[in-house]
């Protein structure tokens, strides 16, 4: 059973940075091999993609984000990282870590509050 687990949020000031780790764990799951990436959802909003990383490593952004989040993987230690800067209210949300490992699984997400 593969379990995703997030961590790192935090009540941040505007224009504040953290970083978001998700470590992955499972017998079987052989996370070199699978995209990994960041969702998140705001209050009475859809969850949205926030970046996403390939196996080889290739990145994609959200058109709101790019330029102040950096996603990265660690394979040797199964662990996916997004380094969020320049935060803004806006980015306040639960944020979750994905994987496209069987269909796709979910963690339980972490509070990202950006307030002054």
């Known amino acids: 059973q593969v379990q995703l687990l997030e961590s790192g949020g935090d009540l941040v000031q505007p224009g504040g940075s953290l970083r978001l780790s998700c470590v992955a764990s499972g017998s079987f799951f052989s996370f070199r091999l699978y995209g990994m990436g960041w969702y998140r959802q705001a209050p009475g909003n859809q969850r949205e993609l926030v970046a996403i990383i390939s196996p080889g490593g290739s990145t994609n952004y959200a058109d709101s984000v790019k330029g102040r989040f950096t996603i990265s993987r660690d394979n040797a230690k199964n662990t996916v990282n997004l380094q969020m800067n320049s935060l803004m209210p806006e980015d306040t949300a639960v944020y979750y870590c994905?994987?496209?490992?069987?269909?796709?699984?979910w963690g339980r997400g972490t509070q990202v509050t950006v307030s002054s």
């Open positions: 994905y994987t496209d490992f069987a269909r796709g699984l």
